[in-house]
């Protein structure tokens, strides 16, 4: 009896449904043993279709392959995987006291009981415990694609091989009387190869072209400066958003901004940057860097070199203070593992240095958080990761291109990031910029010219 128990009690492990099979409710255990092979026929599928076709089945967990009158139910594929999981821990758990009464414990021996017991009540665990973190991974996964990503929303094709997304950052934290967008940029992801190239563009660009639309109707010559408290100062494309929402009706403005996921601001501050850059801006990601640190501490931190020593704090109180009676603290010269705040101030610091030296140093960050984004750190900490996700990121981008991204990211693992910064050291003059410059160098960075072959001899 005591060699039957400990056999009972494996097999319930190996092949949930055996022991009942073998010695119990037959029923019971042709439930348990369809029920495992089905998982495990889950299990091979899903491991064959991240190995060889990783976007196909991304698309089918997220719902992306549902036409697009079926877009709210787009999240019922992981809603079913959830629910079966949980089912499956459930059914473990009944096996598994099912077992116990089958080996009869009162018969084995006196030594083995306590060992066959604990047992079959570590396994449980071991496997019960499996099955439910990865349901609460479903989950975790369902809610966050909902709570980041628009349901519905047009997927617009790449422009000239191109997908270009919008990126800002914006600090909506105590001490700032509104939230202007401080971190403008525009990520440039080749829909063949995932190779990426990142524009900054300066905060306080003056005179800029806005591309077609009610934008442009309003400032046909370029965006004129303004000298109002509560409209923003001068003319720079940070003010947009304030202008459009606040002195404006945005609403008005851009209508179809909210339904489509994004806002009037933002659609603003798009065809302001497709018409300095000269390409079509479809999508935009927004970063509130109030909540900042906490994705990077769910990355557990970013490698940076970093160039200058740096002062964190508000900067000072009146004209000519020292930088050290008011720094509250500084960020060393060298290399740095920096945690979520250090990279916030990495990010933020500017009373020592200029505008075009932070930019320099958010688009050093953007890559290293990059960098960061490997399947394993996503796979250890996928918790913290989507949880600091949903509270800090928005964006327009629908959830049926999530899974073809995701690919590209993996692809631009491959290739170095590319950068453009609209600076005087990359020979923009910051006053007048020559916007036709700007338009030919973005256009050489992501279609460089085919070298001729030299004539042989």
């Not at 491991?47 to 967990?61: C, D, E, K, R, Y």
């Given at each position: 009896m005591?060699?039957?128990?400990?056999?009972?009690?494996?097999?319930?492990f190996?092949m949930?449904?055996?022991?009942?099979?073998?010695?119990?409710?037959?029923?019971?255990?042709?439930?348990?043993?369809?029920?495992?092979?089905?998982?495990?026929?889950?299990?091979?599928?899903t491991?064959?279709?991240?190995?060889?076709a990783?976007?196909?089945?991304?698309?089918?967990?997220?719902?992306?392959?549902?036409?697009?009158?079926?877009?709210?139910?787009?999240?019922?594929?992981?809603l079913?995987a959830q629910?079966?999981?949980?089912?499956?821990?459930?059914?473990?758990?009944?096996?598994?006291?099912?077992?116990?009464?089958?080996?009869?414990?009162?018969?084995?021996?006196?030594?083995?009981?306590f060992?066959?017991?604990?047992?079959?009540v570590?396994l449980?665990?071991?496997?019960?415990?499996?099955a439910?973190?990865?349901a609460?991974?479903?989950?975790?996964?369902?809610?966050t694609?909902?709570?980041?990503?628009?349901?519905?929303?047009?997927?617009?094709?790449?422009?000239?091989?191109?997908?270009?997304?919008?990126?800002?950052?914006?600090?909506?934290?105590?001490?700032?009387?509104?939230?202007?967008?401080?971190?403008?940029?525009?990520v440039?992801?080749?829909?063949?190869?995932?190779?990426?190239?990142?524009?900054?563009?300066?905060?306080?660009?003056?005179?800029?072209?806005?591309?077609?639309g009610?934008?442009?109707?309003r400032?046909?010559?370029?965006?004129?400066?303004?000298?109002?408290?509560?409209?923003?100062?001068?003319?720079?494309i940070?003010q947009?958003?304030?202008?459009?929402?606040?002195?404006?009706d945005?609403?008005?403005?851009?209508?179809?901004?909210?339904?489509?996921?994004?806002?009037?601001?933002?659609e603003?501050?798009?065809?302001?940057?497709?018409?300095?850059?000269?390409?079509?801006i479809?999508?935009?990601?927004?970063?509130?860097?109030h909540?900042?640190?906490?994705l990077?501490?769910?990355?557990?931190g970013?490698?940076?070199?970093?160039?200058?020593?740096?002062?964190?704090?508000?900067?000072?109180?009146?004209?000519?203070?020292p930088?050290?009676e008011?720094?509250?603290?500084?960020?060393?010269?060298?290399p740095?593992?920096?945690?979520?705040?250090?990279?916030?101030?990495?990010?933020?610091?500017?009373?020592?240095?200029?505008?075009?030296?932070?930019?320099?140093?958010?688009?050093?960050?953007q890559?290293?958080?990059?960098?960061?984004?490997?399947?394993?750190?996503?796979?250890?900490?996928?918790?913290?990761?989507?949880?600091?996700?949903?509270?800090?990121v928005e964006?327009d981008?629908?959830?049926?291109?999530?899974?073809?991204?995701?690919e590209?990211?993996?692809k631009?693992?491959e290739?170095?990031?590319?950068?453009?910064?609209?600076?005087?050291?990359?020979?923009i003059?910051?006053?007048?910029?020559?916007y036709?410059?700007?338009?030919?160098?973005?256009?050489?960075a992501l279609?460089?010219?085919?070298?001729?072959?030299?004539?042989?001899?």
């Amino acid at each position: 009896m005591t060699k039957r128990g400990w056999w009972l009690v494996l097999l319930n492990f190996v092949m949930p449904g055996s022991a009942q099979a073998l010695a119990g409710n037959h029923r019971l255990g042709r439930l348990g043993l369809g029920s495992t092979l089905l998982l495990w026929t889950l299990v091979v599928v899903t491991i064959l279709f991240a190995l060889l076709a990783p976007t196909a089945g991304l698309s089918i967990i997220t719902g992306a392959w549902l036409p697009e009158w079926l877009s709210l139910v787009r999240q019922l594929p992981l809603l079913i995987a959830q629910g079966l999981l949980v089912a499956y821990a459930v059914l473990w758990s009944v096996l598994t006291v099912d077992t116990l009464r089958l080996v009869r414990l009162v018969k084995t021996g006196p030594a083995a009981r306590f060992g066959i017991a604990s047992l079959a009540v570590v396994l449980l665990v071991v496997a019960g415990g499996t099955a439910a973190y990865a349901a609460n991974v479903a989950g975790t996964t369902r809610a966050t694609l909902g709570a980041i990503f628009g349901v519905s929303g047009p997927s617009v094709p790449p422009s000239e091989g191109y997908y270009n997304i919008l990126l800002l950052g914006a600090d909506s934290g105590e001490g700032r009387d509104s939230m202007r967008f401080d971190s403008i940029s525009v990520v440039s992801v080749n829909a063949t190869t995932g190779a990426t190239t990142i524009t900054g563009i300066p905060r306080d660009m003056p005179n800029f072209p806005f591309a077609a639309g009610p934008m442009q109707d309003r400032y046909p010559n370029g965006h004129e400066g303004h000298a109002d408290p509560d409209c923003g100062w001068g003319s720079g494309i940070n003010q947009l958003r304030t202008e459009v929402e606040v002195c404006q009706d945005g609403s008005a403005v851009y209508p179809d901004a909210v339904a489509n996921g994004s806002a009037p601001g933002i659609e603003a501050t798009k065809d302001a940057a497709e018409g300095i850059l000269g390409i079509e801006i479809p999508y935009y990601v927004f970063i509130d860097m109030h909540g900042f640190a906490s994705l990077i501490d769910a990355l557990g931190g970013v490698d940076i070199n970093v160039a200058e020593r740096l002062p964190k704090g508000g900067g000072p109180v009146y004209s000519g203070q020292p930088v050290d009676e008011w720094a509250t603290g500084w960020i060393e010269a060298g290399p740095q593992h920096m945690d979520g705040d250090t990279a916030q101030w990495y990010a933020r610091s500017r009373y020592t240095t200029s505008d075009f030296d932070r930019m320099e140093r958010q688009r050093v960050l953007q890559q290293a958080m990059l960098a960061q984004f490997t399947p394993q750190t996503v796979l250890t900490r996928f918790q913290e990761i989507a949880a600091a996700g949903t509270d800090i990121v928005e964006t327009d981008l629908p959830q049926s291109l999530v899974p073809f991204l995701a690919e590209l990211a993996l692809k631009a693992r491959e290739h170095p990031v590319t950068t453009i910064e609209l600076t005087p050291e990359g020979g923009i003059d910051e006053y007048n910029p020559d916007y036709t410059y700007i338009q030919e160098l973005v256009r050489t960075a992501l279609h460089p010219p085919t070298p001729t072959p030299s004539p042989e001899g």
